[in-house]
């Protein structure tokens, strides 16, 4: 049989993974974004959960970083975001639209509604004329706010925004990841057609990928998400955001393989030599997607480890050859952290949905951010 050792030396390890979340590297990547755009507000999108981070401390964390303005998906991460202020002063937005029924909450918690059509621009003007609001222009995306017909009649009939309070006119780029794609150029030119027609309304255009294009993308309010955690909004330049979330997880076991030895469910992998593999309490329940197990890799001591055969549910086993310092129970592997991008591309998806999946039954640890300059 393979050897391996159990935990009998480090009894103070807790056999459980870790999510450390980096909350002033979160601010540093809203301080770099405010860089990028130094004529522009700086917005941040805390929809999904601050993308799976925690709105209750990323809210906070980001307030302390000077932010005033934000955006989430759904009305009731708006009431989240509103308790996470516990009374501090900022715009928070909604971009799945208005609808009357929400009414109610939406005036509780001080949340804008972002008006996607003109069937909740008129409902707007009938219920609740007075609920400042933003107004969302489809430019090419097709997905959400104004199309073109929508567009062209409201700015045929530009009164219709007569005794409403609108904050904000905005629009959503599809391919800002991707700088010389020609959808950019022609989405910013729809824009900017609208705009000209109500100069005195605070235009927000740029998330994250859009902060990395030329400052005629920023207009007045940045609305980035994916940079503030993290992620690398270009695909084809540098950046200078820094990993806000790791993995940390303790090993289990320590184990020599023999070549022709398999490891774990359906014994897709097999050793050619002999090798020595540890297997890792984290797993899929944990957000570690089981995709990511081809090509995926964690690291011991800054090591590259790779990950060897099916990530399962609570485990994960990887390779130790490349680690020559001793590796006993009790040892933490990391993963994610500054190569949460090759595992995302590893589990074929984005930063995006990796960072969103990551799971509840992680013990949370926050690195503090910084409190608010006085
Ligand atoms: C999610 C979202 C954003 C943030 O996008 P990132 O790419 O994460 O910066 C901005 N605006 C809208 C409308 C969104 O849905």
Sequence with gaps: MNDSKTATTDQAAQPAPRLIIDLAAIQRNYAALQRLAPSAQVGAVVKANAYGLGASRVVPTLADAGCRTFYVAHTAEGREAREALAGREADIFVFNGFWPSELDSLREARLFPVINDLHQLHQLREL???????????????????????????????????????RQLMSHLACSHEAAHPLNARQLERFCAVRERFPDIPASFANSGGAMLDARYHFDILRPGLALYGGHPAHDCDDPFVPAVRVEAPVLQVRTIKAGD?????????ADHE????????????????????????????????????????LTTVDLSAVTA????GDWVSFLGEDIEPLARAAQTITYEFLVRLGLRFDRVYLPGAPAAQ
Excluded: E
């Design 275 to 314: 090798m020595r593999i540890v297997t890792v309490a984290t797993g899929y329940a944990d957000g570690l997607l089981r995709a990511c197990g081809d090509g995926g890799f964690g690291r011991i001591g800054g090591v590259k480890v790779p990950i060897i055969g099916r990530i399962s549910m609570d």
């Design 128 to 166: 609740a004329p007075d609920l400042p609001c933003a107004i969302h222009f489809d430019t090419g995306m097709n997905r959400l706010g104004l199309g073109p017909n929508g567009t062209q009649s409201l700015l045929d009939n530009p009164d219709w925004l007569a005794g409403l309070d609108v």
């Design 262 to 270: 398999c490891a774990g469910y359906g014994a897709i992998f097999t």
């Design 326 to 329: 001793p590796v006993a129970p």
